[in-house]
């Protein structure tokens, strides 16, 4: 075993690819994304505003709108197609066109319409302008709606209670305060990992058949593939726990992610998340003993993780089939540990089942021992690319 480890971390050193894809590159993405995202949300998106009224209303509807956050006026333009344009160059997100005599109407009674026009090319983008917008709006036609009716003699209680006769007492629960960073760098982080967990483990397998050197990794270990495998990828599982553990570190001390159930699960559920990948790895490389396509294949199903753990798409709006193939993924069952301690704060049975089935992809390499050792002690297999 330690002749293997100390051959390995021999390796390691002779060749800077491994600190391109151990140390630099994994650190680039973490910053990247968390830099990223470090705000928690989107705002301040531009809009443009034809004012065709040009009333104290209007002044009014417009200073109300530019008071949301989410909202920032950059120009007043004096056409709806001056407008259209402005929005077509990417240099507005909506446009909230004021129609002449919108003051007039409203104060003789007449329901009047304001007109947003919004891109929703960027959905995120165009959902926060229009809810923005429609909520500034509505609060102030609730104000107007109001005062109409106190100048109608009607009380302020009674009037309030006829301007919202019902009222809505809405909670967001495990995201209260909508915050992308919660919901994206959570996830994005250990997609990351897993990718250079898949791709660094089927390289230092692969290569050792590519350069025909499987033959002396195999005898240093005493002919034992356990003892193999073990101390060759050892220096890499802690690697990337300590990896895995900083972007821990990320996200609950630099990030202030909710925490509300146990560190400690969340920790071995993070050691559990680098060996299954790891197992896959090993996996992929024991099928196809070729460097360049087990990379490709390992690349791709690196890629696939994020697509199905509905996150953006609810795994439960997927088809029958879609669902079954989501589960074919470590980290979506990572993710479901994450969201069931982190997030809503449960007890460890409700994540067992998950910790179960990365047990299982832990264990899922042993059934391809005899493969893979006749891949290291057979010269047919060697020198592939």
Not at 9 to 31: C, G, H, N, T, V
Not at 89 to 117: H, Q
Not at 283 to 309: C, E, H, K, T
């Amino acid at each position: 075993m330690r002749a293997v480890l100390v051959r390995e971390l021999k390796r390691m050193s002779s060749e800077q690819i491994y600190m391109w894809i151990l140390f630099i590159l994994p650190l680039f993405a973490f910053l990247l994304f968390t830099t990223m995202f470090h705000e928690g949300k989107a705002d301040g998106f531009s809009i443009a505003v034809f004012d065709a009224d040009n009333t104290a209303l209007s002044r009014q509807i417009k200073r109300w709108v530019e008071a949301t956050p989410e909202i920032e006026i950059k120009s007043e333009v004096n056409s709806l197609e001056e407008g259209k344009r402005l929005i077509e160059k990417s240099e507005a997100r909506a446009l909230l066109y004021i129609p002449k005599g919108t003051e007039n109407e409203i104060y003789k009674g007449d329901a009047d319409k304001l007109v947003l026009f919004y891109s929703n090319a960027n959905l995120s983008a165009g959902s926060g302008v229009s809810v923005a917008a429609m909520k500034a709006i509505g609060t102030l036609s609730a104000g107007i709606n109001l005062q109409k009716r106190m100048a109608h003699s009607e009380m302020e209680e009674q009037a309030l209670i006829n301007v919202q006769p019902i009222i809505i007492d809405t909670h967001a629960l495990y995201n209260p305060y909508i915050n992308y960073a919660y919901y994206l760098v959570t996830a994005l982080l250990p997609v990351m990992l897993l990718m250079f967990i898949i791709s660094a483990t089927i390289f230092s397998i692969g290569t050792e058949l590519k350069y025909s050197t499987a033959e002396d990794w195999y005898e240093i270990s005493g002919k034992s593939i356990i003892v193999a495998l073990t101390g060759k990828l050892l220096p890499y599982s802690f690697i990337f726990i300590v990896e895995a553990f900083f972007i821990n570190t990320i996200l609950f001390k630099y990030l202030n992610a909710p925490m509300n159930g146990s560190l400690f699960v969340i920790f071995i559920s993070t050691v559990f998340f680098v060996f299954a990948y790891q197992a896959m790895g090993v996996f992929i490389i024991s099928v196809f003993p070729n460097v360049r396509l087990s990379l490709s294949l390992g690349a791709a199903y690196s890629s696939l993780a994020f697509s199905f753990a509905g996150l953006t798409f609810p795994t439960v709006a997927m088809s029958p089939a879609m669902q079954y193939f989501s589960e074919i993924f470590p980290y979506t069952h990572y993710l479901k540990i994450y969201i069931n301690e982190a997030m809503k704060g449960l007890e460890l049975r409700y994540s067992l089942p998950s910790f179960w089935i990365l047990a299982i992809f832990i264990a899922l390499p042993f059934f391809l021992i005899p493969r893979l050792r006749k891949f290291l002690t057979k010269k047919k297999y060697w020198g592939k690319i």
